[in-house]
């Protein structure tokens, strides 16, 4: 699937690939083994962008399956602290490393720039995961009180897909009329797929319970 929209493509990869490991029982006993060789071909022989994020769907599939484990044990907030501080460290060290100017002389397609690319910028990501995690409750139910915030979240996919198409409004001169044109259009279009996906969704499920019933 050759595309300019490589984070679609590489959803699809993997989706497909998840979908596969889970129909298939003696994949599924594998499904980790299999998604780090992914991730490791990825990061070796695919381009820059997705080589920062060949860690990320292994990552969010193993958070899925083991997330009451982790935060079970991280309700220690000494250990939680010394994790979270450690993960930020490493990333801050390694987005100060790619300032450097023998390491920016390797920018492109080379590993070690993919190396540090993908340290700091998975970090950073695991950092946010795991403190929003561990928000004071309070500041919780302030965030999830936002309907804003709440709406963000709801359609952050759709947002996530529609953006890029719509980056070329940020190319003329006005720059605070065009970024606010953009992040209308993109919240506008992101709702609307969104709409869509769930309509598809609830269509499906109605199919899906029209055969359970049929079959019993």
Not at 189 to 204: D, E, L, S, T
């Amino acid at each position: 699937m050759k595309t300019s929209y490589w984070y679609i493509s590489f959803l699809c990869y993997n989706y497909l690939l998840f979908w596969i490991s889970y129909k298939i029982t003696y994949l599924r006993k594998v499904k980790y083994l299999i998604f780090i060789l992914v991730a490791i071909l990825i990061f070796v022989f695919d381009t820059r962008i997705r080589a920062e994020q060949a860690l990320s769907f292994l990552t969010g599939i193993f958070l899925s399956d083991n997330i009451y484990k982790i935060k079970e044990k991280l309700k220690n907030k000494k250990q939680l602290i010394i994790l979270l501080t450690s993960i930020f460290s490493i990333s801050l060290l390694t987005l100060g490393l790619k300032q450097l100017s023998f390491i920016r002389a390797y920018q492109g397609e080379n590993l070690l720039f993919h190396s540090i690319e993908l340290i700091h910028k998975f970090g950073f990501a695991l950092f946010i995961i795991f403190a929003l995690f561990y928000l004071p409750p309070s500041l919780k139910k302030l965030i999830y009180k936002n309907k804003f915030i709440v709406l963000c979240s709801t359609i952050s996919l759709e947002l996530y897909l529609v953006h890029f198409s719509l980056r070329w409004i940020n190319n003329s001169e006005s720059q605070i009329f065009n970024l606010f044109l953009f992040l209308v259009l993109s919240f506008i279009g992101a709702y609307i797929y969104y709409i869509f996906n769930k309509n598809i969704k609830n269509k499906h499920d109605k199919i899906s319970i029209f055969l359970t019933d049929k079959k019993g």
